[in-house]
């Protein structure tokens, strides 16, 4: 079934110039494995299309049970230049914390859908 | 077994040191790390030393370590504890000097280092007549086409020239440009010993000084989940985070007791993986971290075990930072309440965007958002309620090369009070144009920038 990624990770982001960043955290080992299969650079792209221009990294960190996640042109060319709101990135872990996956809807932490 | 425990002291220019205050009292650290630069904060430091005025001469400092310091030190003298500060900022002598002044007046001792050597604005010609292209890291362009806009340069320094500058004695030392966590790894190193080729415990220094340098991001501020932030306690006490670190590197991560908010495996891995790029290649002057290896046992009662670093040799180059005039902003605001507050900021910013096309003005870009829809979202923002809103506020912005225009657009808005869409809030003035700046990330020789290097110690 599809799960938005709130229900079953945590999520930080921030900024180095024109590049935003997000750490994907899973709850569990389980789920762990879930986001390594589900997450990849591919959805990743969709889901930031129109707001990231560049190329999209990801690695895996088994040792935490996290995502490394960069954005290479998300941010206006940098904070300082920036016209948004959000001109550090601050929410673009928001941002992803809605996107969807194919998820088993028996994983151990999963959070009530709102 | 000798450990050294090192607490956070601020997380950026402006953050509270109150915190900083339990650190010393119970937190038993001998070294406070206070971290007052972000990326962005020397082009706050440029300007402010560019418009010093009779009452507010130019400081070029982050001026919060003064009154910090003032407030803070007859604490941290009786408990023995040092602080490493980069508030030096773009004038670090500025601040050594404004610092001693209060602690004379006060009648109190100190001896206060400055390091120093990091500008590289005056030496942009010497460094490429020495063969550095300091072409943008990531596009590659050439300097030359920001070169005559170019506000600061500063190359990141190591933990080197901390840990020498505490081996002479050193009560305060306070830096410009540095690698945030050397202000942890500076004493670390200084402490154990730690030979500057020891990759594996340089590279837990770092480790350890990054979880430390974004104040109380390391204890469980700004953790980024749906619910589990509300479980954090106690916000309004919450402490800075401390790391009682051992010889071999491999750290005890805690807050002082008795304050609020949280130290766990989930708090703590947020602040590893924040603002990184290659999490196997988190790179600094002093050592390249591979964070792969790195294991973390939550040990319960705010307290993680951090173990298992590994470090490679540290890099040939060192990153610099310049920033440039990059145009100007203007900003426009205007709310509206129900109904139809989304479609009335919609019409609103159509009309401003004839207004402006009909001054002809030169726009480089325009942003419009909506306050309460999707200015943090953005296209990621949920329509399904839009239409429903019990109010929502338009915000537009434009860059352009033109301050007289910046300066322009916001004075369009206010007009739409008695000539626009009804129910309208937020006339509460015009924002003047804002200058922007762009990043100008780049590599140099580290030896070019290290042989000016300076440090001083100045003995109250």
């Known amino acids: 079934m599809k799960v938005a990624l709130w229900r079953i990770a945590h999520a930080r982001s921030g900024d180095k110039a024109d590049r935003a960043d997000i750490g994907l955290f899973a709850y569990d080992a389980e789920t762990y494995a879930v986001l390594k299969r589900e997450v990849t650079r591919e959805r990743l792209a969709a889901h930031f299309a129109g707001f990231n221009t560049g190329p999209v990294e990801l690695w895996p960190l088994d040792n935490i049970l996290a995502l490394k996640i960069v954005l290479n042109g998300a941010l206006q060319g940098g904070a300082a230049r920036s016209l948004r709101m959000d001109n550090l990135g601050k929410n673009v872990a928001a941002q992803l914390l809605r996107m969807e996956i194919e998820a088993p809807q028996d994983l151990p932490r999963m959070k009530p859908v709102k | ?460």
């Open chain 2, 1 to 460: 077994m000798k450990t050294v425990r090192i607490g956070a002291g601020l997380g950026f220019y402006g953050d509270s040191w109150r915190p900083v205050r339990a650190s010393i009292e119970r937190g038993g650290v001998q070294y406070i790390a206070s971290d007052h630069l972000s990326e962005l904060t020397l082009a706050i430091l440029q300007k402010d030393r560019q418009k010093g005025t009779a009452s507010a001469p130019p400081a070029g400092y982050a001026r919060d370590c003064v009154p910090m310091l003032a407030e803070l030190w007859p604490l941290a003298a009786k408990h023995g504890v040092k602080f490493v500060l980069n508030a030096g900022g773009l004038n670090p002598e500025g601040a050594r000097h404004a610092i001693a002044k209060t602690f004379r007046d006060k009648g109190w001792q100190a001896k206060i280092a400055t390091v120093t050597g990091d500008s590289v604005l005056e030496r942009i010609d010497e460094l490429r007549a020495a063969g550095e292209a300091l072409a943008h890291m990531d596009s590659g362009a050439d300097i030359a086409s920001v070169r005559d806009r170019m506000l600061f340069a500063n190359a990141y320094l190591g933990a080197q020239p901390i840990a020498e500058a505490l081996a002479q004695g050193a009560d305060i030392v306070l830096t410009g440009r540095v690698a945030d966590a050397a202000l942890t790894l500076g004493p670390l190193a200084h402490e154990f010993g730690w030979r500057w080729d020891d990759w594996d415990r340089l590279a837990a220094g770092l480790t350890l000084g990054h979880l430390l340098e974004c104040s109380g991001q390391g204890s469980g501020g700004n953790f980024g989940s749906a619910g589990e932030w509300a479980k954090v306690p106690d916000y309004a006490h919450l402490g800075y985070p401390i790391a009682e670190v051992s010889a071999d590197g491999s750290a005890l991560f805690t807050k002082p007791p008795g304050t609020g908010g949280r130290v766990s495996f989930d708090t703590i891995r947020q602040q590893l993986l924040y603002e990184v790029h290659d999490p196997h290649a988190y790179y600094s002057p002093d050592v390249v971290l591979d964070m792969g290896t790195l294991k973390f046992d939550d040990v319960g009662n705010d307290r993680v075990r951090v173990s298992g670093a590994s470090g490679a040799a540290r890099p040939n180059t060192l990153k610099i930072v310049a920033g440039y005039q990059d145009g100007w902003m203007g900003t426009g605001m205007i709310g509206f309440a129900w109904p139809e507050a989304y479609a009335k900021c919609e019409k609103s910013a159509e009309i401003i965007q004839t207004l402006v096309s009909e001054r002809g003005w030169a726009l480089e870009d325009t942003n419009v958002e909506y306050i309460g829809y999707n200015s943090l979202l953005g296209a990621n923002a949920d329509p399904t309620y839009r239409d429903q809103l019990n109010e929502c506020f338009l915000r537009m912005t434009i860059r352009t090369r033109d301050k007289r225009i910046a300066d322009g657009f916001g004075r369009l808005f206010p007009w739409l009070g008695l000539s626009g869409p009804p129910y309208v809030g937020s006339l509460k003035g015009v924002q003047p144009a804002k200058e922007l700046l762009g990043i100008w990330p780049t590599l140099v020789k580290r030896e070019l920038v290290e042989k000016n290097l300076k440090i001083e110690i100045e003995t109250i």
